[in-house]
């Protein structure tokens, strides 16, 4: 059965300084990855894909992941953060060839002045 | 273009009580789905239908129904509200080929 392990609930980061959130999946078959940002009180926003091609993904706001087959991983990352950028983050994959989605439990990204 | 509109915003309802969450989208998108979100759980799908006419339980349908009026519209009923209903819901929609979704800014529903 396919997975989605956010394992930081919460990841506190000063202003300007950069940031990793962490997402690691579990299939045996391909998957399509998936990053969204739900800002408080609103509904989620894709922030960025990856469907193949190219393993570094660029998305809205200055955010990036980068898939990593071996690792299982795609993480986000983003060199330097703006208050704005406190909200939640759900990584998400969807089984090729179908449009199951299985999202992470969240990360809330909370940037501090 | 407004996207995807649900309404009501907030609800509070006694249990046993029946309600109907209505979603309506302007983007001629063919698969809507309805997502319920609870603190460190993520989101879960409760119904989808991959186009006019056709619906399909997601992975927790009990205690709702829905309808797919039309292309835009997609209904979900709770016939008898039950605390364990209390949550936020949310509206998707995709277009064919497409795997992202767009959600509205959800349903935020108390049971009391």
């Known amino acids: 059965a396919q997975s989605v392990t956010q394992l930081d609930s919460q990841v506190p980061v000063f202003e300007e300084a950069p940031v990793e959130l962490r997402c690691n999946y579990s299939?045996?078959?391909?998957?399509?990855l998936f990053w969204y940002v739900q800002y408080p009180n609103q509904g989620l926003q894709l922030l960025l894909k990856y469907l193949s091609g190219s393993t570094l993904v660029k998305g809205i706001n200055g955010f990036e992941a980068e898939f990593n087959k071996s690792q299982t991983s795609f993480h986000l990352r983003k060199p330097s953060v703006h208050i704005s950028d406190t909200a939640e983050y759900f990584c998400?994959?969807?089984?090729?060839?179908?449009?199951?989605?299985?999202f992470g439990t969240g990360t809330r990204l909370k940037v501090l002045a | 273009n407004a996207g995807v509109t649900q309404t009501p915003k907030f609800q509070v309802l006694k249990t046993g009580q029946s309600m109907t969450l209505q979603c309506a989208q302007d983007?001629?998108?063919?698969?809507m789905y309805w997502y319920r979100q609870d603190p460190g759980m993520g989101l879960r799908l409760i119904y989808y239908s991959a186009s006019e006419g056709t619906t399909d339980k997601g992975e927790v349908p009990n205690g709702y129904n829905v309808s797919r009026l039309n292309k835009r519209e997609f209904s979900l009923r709770l016939e008898s509200a039950a605390p364990s209903q209390t949550s936020v819901y949310f509206c998707?929609?995709?277009?064919?080929?497409?795997?992202?979704?767009?959600f509205g800014s959800g349903t935020r529903l108390t049971v009391v």
């Open positions: 998400a994959v969807v089984i090729s060839g179908t449009y199951k989605y299985i």
């Open positions: 299939s045996s078959v391909s998957v399509y």
């Open positions: 983007m001629n998108h063919n698969s």
């Open positions: 998707a929609s995709r277009t064919t080929g497409d795997y992202g979704y767009t």
